[in-house]
């Protein structure tokens, strides 16, 4: 009787592992079609893009999709950037929006943005804006787009409009009140964007690179007096660039409104 009993229990375990077996065969062959399909779907993207076909990029995004796509770029080494960044805005409009762009040339300007808005923050700075008159930028070789973009942050945020081009170097925009602003923008070797001077009445704000190398100096110079002090510079690495972005979530508004307003110089 013992031994019957036995038996069967070795019958049932049997059976419950040729099932579980079974099942995890499934299970693996499952997961390797979906790996499969997802490596297939990958290269189709990467196919479209590379080939520069907007609609074929596009495709690979479904409607009903529940996720969004981050795609980053880096726009300052276009050689033709109204082309290229036509190619980005075509495959996301033809994705019903589900394809978030982020611009690396624009993640590298975050921490010099903070450091310049940081002089303005409390009201009583506020009247400063409106005296503006005169902007001076620095950047390294193969980084004039990067400086532009900077100026296009101003642009947006200030209400400025592109008034003359007059070199590649000087350019003219006009404020709300009609006052002209002059910009300036000057290559050298350095950090991508190294240095900011914008000239507010008697006042001159600056913000450049410690010689560390890794922090950022910013001072407010006023009848000679400079009063500096130590900011976070960040880091031009793509991986930390990245790393930036990917914290964050949907469409860049700021980014986009400082594009626009100086699309036609990038």
Known sequence: MFLRRVKAALAICSVLFLAVGVIGAQKQANMDQ???AIKQSVAAWEDAWNHHDAHATAMRYVEDGD??????VDSHGWKDFPAQMALVETAQREAKQRLILCDL????????RFALAQFFDHPASHHRLAKISKVRIDF???FRSTAILFVGWLAAQLNWQIDEVKSSGELQFTGPSGRH???????HDGEPVHELRLTSGDVEFRVTYANCGDLLEVSRVQAEKRMPQLMPAGKNDPVDL??????????HHVYLNALNCV???M
């Open 140 to 142: 390294a070789p193969g």
């Open 181 to 187: 602003i002059d910009v300036e923008v000057r290559e």
């Open 105 to 112: 040339n624009w993640t590298r300007l975050d921490n010099l």
């Open 242 to 251: 990245i790393s930036a972005e990917l914290s964050r979530g949907g469409p």
């Open 34 to 36: 979906d790996s499969a």
């Open 67 to 72: 996720f969004s796509s981050t795609t980053a």
């Open 263 to 265: 699309r036609q110089l």
